[in-house]
């Protein structure tokens, strides 16, 4: 269904959220248009686009902010509803990006697991609770993928690495996130720690020859050059802004040797794949 390793290049997934915040990209939100309505109706649309594109796999963010005790359950509740709607049309390897917040993952992975009726890419594992999500995903009886996070930290990278083995994942289903920003936002840090992990796995380093990814689309519509009309003129229009951010930022991250690419508009992933790849990794 998949095929990571660390000498494949030039894979590219596209993500959508579950929730529609309001700090949700405006261009993005004219992009999908009436497809938002409904996180079904949006992921229906993103597939289409994704196939278009021959994505390798659609990442489904459920980026939720955890709730209060009382309106977990329900919350729990939709959001398995949603994946099973979603995994009753999916026809492209999925995968599941949770919150970021390590507590909240687990119950959130809980609550998905018994939907799940084949192997998928789970999304981020931290060392606040890759025990829990490991042992959840096993419990589910497909052997699924990791994408392992760490904070820039090439040794807390290798770390985690090795502690999941040891909870017995199979080498060859870990995927490494060195966390990394932007362009303007700290992608100097992430750059190089990709350089370094490179460097290591050539250098005959096990505990790092995995695939190296990057959540491009993410980290550039946190930036507020791609999401505000507050600048001069001299900047240009958000749109094509916004995803040139995108594009710079993802571009730059392949150069320094990622492997995978997770991106939020459309357009900026047909780029990457017709034009700026060719130029950057042959």
Known sequence: MFEFNSKVKNIFGLEIPVEITENYSCVLKDYWGDALAS??????????????????F???????????????QALLNKYKKILGEILAICKIPLMIK?????????????????????EVIISPVQALNYKEII???????????????????????KELNILSIDEGVEKNRILIDPDMGCI????DYGYSIIERICLARKGGDSMLDMPIIVYAGEES??????????????????????????????ASLVAAGANAVVCWHPQVVKVLKKELCEVVCH
């Open 58 to 72: 659609l990442s489904l963010y459920f980026n939720s902010i955890e709730p209060q005790d009382t309106d977990k």
């Open 39 to 56: 996180p079904v109706k949006l992921f229906d649309a993103a597939q289409k686009k994704a196939l278009e594109l021959e994505c390798s």
């Open 221 to 250: 519509y946190r930036a507020k050059e791609s999401k505000s009309c507050d600048f001069l003129p001299s900047w240009g229009d958000l749109e094509p802004r916004a995803k040139m951010w995108e594009i710079s930022t993802a």
């Open 98 to 118: 949770l919150s970021a917040n390590a507590n909240w993952d687990v119950e959130i992975l809980q609550a998905l697991t018994g939907v799940l009726d084949r």
């Open 135 to 157: 042992r959840l995903a096993r419990g589910s009886g497909f052997n699924h993928y990791f994408v392992m996070r760490t904070p820039i930290d090439i040794n807390l990278t």
């Open 184 to 187: 303007g936002y700290g992608i």
